[in-house]
């Protein structure tokens, strides 16, 4: 492969021609999707081996979406991290704000070569609904996007950056009203409008081959980071650090560290209010084994099946699923996978803010805090790279009532925060 | 204690024997209570309905539309369980002596487990199960033990199914087909898709099993129109929603006797009744 940035896995370990990864995968999905969904598959084929799709790619992913990526140094933040050093993957200087671009540009190319001349996709912090709203706008495509009610209203600026780019937005009323019921409901809409539509799905989960291929349109995040800090410090990290809800970014950055044995790959789930609450969505670490969504993965459900209903102050990584190859990699033992609680997550948040003046994704400040714990855990020679999955312009109204920031509604937004508004000057 | 596989296969060709199409209902179980579900059954089942499915209220129903959402909704929230589906098949099917399947999304199943399931559902004199979110080329372990019971495995297949593939799903199936009359999720339509009678063409041309329409029926006039080419007429959010539109539970079980006598017409070709 000539490209620079398009970089599928070059190996081609898994999944299985049925899209296994291991245990984990497949394509559980009604008779009505097959013929699309193996129109994906493919297309993509065909996509991965045509000279000229790499370079259309290669050519929006430098002029348009702004790669490579930057990978900064942050001593005055690891200061606080027994001090490791950490270096951050500047996901969030994309276009668009965040890593969701790679694979949003790449399925866009697709359903052109596919003839479809509408897309739809699911978004949770809307982080996914803006890139794919972007992507739409560049190449003229009509464009709806399924997002959960709760979610409209904690991520509101995103919203009106879709509608500005001519989206349709649809706020789901359904189930939990997250993530989750974004997906059942832009799944609906795919059966009815296959002809004509392709399903831009947003993370490494869905039925083969997305889990896959949205891997390998964001295969780049590691590939550049391993290279850049091989340049940078010399030698590979000791750990590889990244948040996951569905799973994509901790792939992207994961991927082309898997064989390196000697690092560490560290996913951060959202421990919500604590697992032990059972409000939370960490479903790598307190899921079983299950069907959602058209794959088989880790999922948070009951006794009989029933998904049950997560929470996490991240409307990015409020789901209960997880991408196949994550569960994979936890049962292997090549990946560990760890809880980080809102109140980690946003103390993170604010500490990078006030150290190194990058405000985080709230996403992304579940892996700072990860990393905050792993940099304690390794010491002073530690060295590890974390994946800033994206900027926190959008969670700013969040962070605002969380932390009291408003000038005129600070004592309402204390009392609606409770304890975890209470400022403690800077983390520890 | 086997299933009642023979019992569907011997109603639906009653059916064909009279020439006419068997009307089948669907109906999700806890739905509005569990035992007011039941009632519903042997209501349709009183009405004309020939075979009756019987729905596993699932938390993520993706292939329905706002009316069997609803309903799943109302069925969960009241705190139904797997046994009390299985009762409803119990108790529906004692009452009639008519064949009862189960319609249910995968995951619930998978959790289950297929050996206790099938296990349990045969015991209770269900007579198959539908699953339209388990591809043919993963139900290899469901179709070695619905067999080993006496279970129907009934694949949907839709307008977009190529034939090679509708030959593969149909040869693992037994029972019938259930043939998606359009592409979309549950609910009721003005008109039934024009594909659907194509559709049922196609799969005609690599089976015997019988092959029958749903998704959008919902009055005696469509299911005569699906009854002029197809062996059955599946009916179902126009139960539910029938159910849901009552001031009470009296007026929703004489709502939907009513609407199967109608439509028991119609698969009748609008002669007489059962």
């Not at chain 1, 997305?210 to 995040?221: E, K, L, Q």
């Not at chain 1, 792939?251 to 209010?273: K, M, N, Q, T, Y």
Request: glycine fraction near 12%.
């Amino acid at each position: 492969m000539s490209s620079e940035f398009f970089i599928p896995d070059p190996e081609g370990r898994v999944p299985s021609a049925e899209g296994y990864f291991g245990a984990f995968g497949g394509k559980f999905i009604p008779e009505a999707l097959v013929a699309a969904v193996d129109e994906v598959a493919v297309e993509y084929d065909k996509a991965k081996a045509d000279p000229e799709f790499a370079r259309e790619l290669d050519d929006l992913l430098v002029n348009y979406t702004g790669r490579p990526s930057a990978l900064t140094e942050v001593p005055r933040f690891a200061e606080h991290a027994g001090g490791a050093r950490i270096f951050l993957k500047r996901e969030d200087l994309n276009h668009t704000g965040s890593h969701k671009i790679n694979n949003v540009l790449g399925q866009a190319l697709l359903t052109k070569r596919m003839g479809k001349t509408r897309v739809i996709a699911e978004t949770g912090a809307g982080q996914h609904g803006v890139a794919t709203a972007t992507a739409c706008a560049l190449f003229g495509l009509e464009c709806t996007i399924y997002m959960g009610e709760i979610d409209t209203r904690r991520q509101a600026l995103n919203v009106a950056r879709m509608r500005m780019l001519g989206a349709e937005v649809t706020a789901v009323k359904s189930g939990s009203r997250t993530l989750k019921d974004a997906i059942n409901e832009a799944f609906r809409d795919w059966v009815a409008n296959v002809d004509s539509t392709h399903y831009l799905f947003g993370t490494v989960a869905g039925p083969h081959p997305f889990p896959a291929m949205v891997r390998d349109f964001h295969r780049v995040i590691g590939v550049e980071a391993r290279r850049q800090i091989l340049e940078r410090a010399g030698r590979l990290p000791d750990a590889a650090v990244a948040c996951v809800g569905g799973g994509s970014n901790a792939i992207g950055l994961f991927h082309a560290f898997i064989p390196d044995a000697s690092v560490r790959l560290i996913g951060c789930e959202p421990a919500g209010h604590g697992v032990e609450t059972g409000e939370h969505a960490a479903t790598l670490t307190a899921g079983e084994p299950g069907i959602l969504h058209g794959s088989r993965s880790y999922v948070l459900q009951d006794d009989e099946g029933q998904i049950t209903e997560p929470y996490s102050i991240s409307a990015g990584l409020d789901y209960p699923g997880i991408g196949p190859e994550h569960a994979y990699l936890k049962d292997s033992g090549r990946g560990e996978y760890r809880a980080v609680t809102d109140d980690a997550a946003m103390q993170a948040l604010r500490l990078l803010s006030r150290t190194e003046g990058i405000i985080p994704a709230i996403e992304s400040a579940h892996a700072l805090a990860g990393a905050l714990e792993v940099g304690k855990e390794l010491g002073r020679d530690g060295l590890i790279v974390v994946n800033l999955s994206g900027r926190g312009d959008k969670d700013m109204d969040t962070a605002a009532r969380y932390f009291g920031l408003y000038e005129t509604d600070a004592a309402v937004a204390a009392d609606e925060a409770g304890e975890g508004a209470e400022i403690e000057g800077d983390a520890k | 204690m086997s299933g009642n596989v023979q019992l569907l296969n011997d109603t639906l060709a009653g059916a064909r024997a009279e020439g006419r199409s068997a009307l089948i209902a669907y109906l999700p179980a806890g739905f509005p209570t569990v035992d007011g579900g039941i009632e519903a059954i042997k209501a349709v089942f009183d009405g004309g309905a020939d075979v009756v499915e019987v729905g596993l209220p699932h938390s993520d129903p993706v292939l329905d539309g706002p009316v069997i959402q609803t309903a799943d909704d109302i069925a969960l929230r009241g705190g139904v369980r797997i046994a009390d589906v299985m009762r409803t098949v119990r108790e529906a099917h004692e009452a009639t002596g008519k064949p009862v399947l189960v319609m249910t999304y995968w995951n619930p199943v998978d959790r289950y487990g297929v050996e206790r399931f099938t296990a349990e559902l045969a015991e209770a004199g269900g007579a198959g199960c539908i699953l339209p979110d388990l591809p043919v080329q993963e139900s290899a372990l469901w179709r070695e033990h619905a067999e080993k019971h006496g279970l129907a495995t009934v694949f949907v297949v839709a307008p977009s199914s190529k034939d090679a593939r509708l030959a593969e799903i149909t040869a693992a199936g037994s029972g019938f087909v259930y043939a998606a009359s359009l592409m979309g999720v549950t609910g009721t339509r003005e008109s039934v898709g024009a594909q659907a009678e194509d559709l049922v063409d196609r799969t005609r041309a690599t089976t015997d099993l019988p092959v029958c329409v749903g998704l959008g029926v919902s009055n005696a006039a469509q299911a005569a129109e699906v009854a002029g080419f197809a062996d059955g007429v599946i009916v179902g959010s126009a139960f539910v929603k029938r159910m849901l539109d009552a001031p009470d539970e009296a007026a929703g079980l004489a709502a939907v006797r009513t609407l199967a006598g109608e439509l028991a017409k119609g698969v009748r070709g609008g002669r007489g009744t059962a």
